[in-house]
Nanobody
Framework: QVQLVESGGGLVQVGSSLRLSCAAS????????MAWFRQVPGKEREFVAA????????FYADSVKGLFTISRDNAENTVYLQMNSLKPEDTAVYYC???????????????WGQGTQVTVSL
């Protein structure tokens, strides 16, 4: 079993930066593809970014390309999402996800964290 715990969310101003962390507990963490999704009330969960087990491949939603960066530190069993130039539209609960297969833009992940709230004020 893999447990994922997100942290780093909070309330920030438009244009600010924030870094989310996802701490994973699992023997084979380094072999898992990881991803970030986000969700707001009344909307479906939305893909944000994904990273392969090696960190060699990354994928981003069009809306965050050039603004967000996903990375991982396998030695620390942690995945990060660096969010720059935040906009009100980025307000959501951000979820960390993991799967043993390849990175995916779709919510076909086996494990999910509890989410961390990001609020971007005007």
């Amino acid at each position: 079993q893999v447990q994922l715990v997100e942290s780093g969310g909070g309330l920030v101003q438009v244009g600010s930066s924030l870094r989310l962390s996802c701490a994973a507990s699992g023997r084979t963490f380094s072999s898992y593809a990881m991803a970030w999704f986000r969700q707001v009330p009344g909307k479906e969960r939305e893909f944000v970014a994904a990273i392969s087990w090696s960190g060699g491949s990354t994928f981003y939603a069009d809306s965050v390309k050039g603004l967000f960066t996903i990375s991982r530190d396998n030695a620390e069993n942690t995945v990060y999402l660096q969010m720059n130039s935040l906009k009100p539209e980025d307000t959501a609960v951000y979820y960390c996800a993991a799967r043993a297969g390849g990175a995916s833009r779709y919510p076909e992940y086996t494990y999910w964290g509890q989410g961390t709230q990001v609020t971007v004020s005007l």
